[in-house]
């Protein structure tokens, strides 16, 4: 799907999300003898991306893209954004959860597999349902607008992807 200009950096954002997801289930299907190891890793790796680049991102999305967006359409009467929000809440939590246990050596399976799903879903919701409904509603030059606005948060959170 074609995306408008402004939301490149989001869109792109979620490819890279994607595929953190996709080394997490590959670790997560290897057989038992190696896959805590692997996981451990996985998990790791995830959790510098989240710092270097996720934690901004939902900023980007809270900060920036809904308020925009808010300026048309009641955000709390769109259940996707509603799920969005909440789905970025379950996100924090996990990832917290997985860092703690990271620092005692350990990992929930259970939790990065949560985490994999939830963030597999999240993405696929904003791609396909709130990113068109965003592009239908925001007119060109609001577009534009909030694209500034997307790359002076991403410049001053110094996210590198």
Excluded at 51 to 75: C, D, M, S, T
Excluded at 100 to 115: C, N, P
Aim: some cysteine; hydrophobic content about 40%; aromatic content about 4%.
């Amino acid at each position: 799907m074609k995306r408008h200009a402004s939301l490149h950096p989001l869109s792109q954002h979620h490819h890279f999300a994607l595929i953190q997801v996709w080394e997490l289930r590959r670790a997560l299907k290897l057989p038992a003898a190696e896959r805590q190891k692997h996981v451990r890793t996985v998990a790791r790796k995830f959790v510098r991306f989240w710092k270097n680049a996720g934690q901004i991102h939902f900023r980007e999305e809270e900060e920036v893209l809904l308020p925009a967006y808010a300026r048309h359409r009641r955000l709390d009467e769109d259940a996707n954004v509603m799920r969005m929000l909440a789905e970025h809440a379950i996100i924090r939590g996990l990832i917290s959860s997985i860092a703690a246990s990271l620092e005692q050596g350990e990992v929930s399976e259970d939790d990065v597999s949560k985490l994999a799903q939830t963030l597999h879903d999240h993405v696929r919701v904003e791609e396909n349902e709130i990113f068109p409904r965003i592009e239908k509603t925001l007119s060109e030059d609001e577009m534009r607008a909030m694209g500034k606005g997307l790359h002076r948060l991403h410049k001053k959170g110094e996210c590198a992807v």
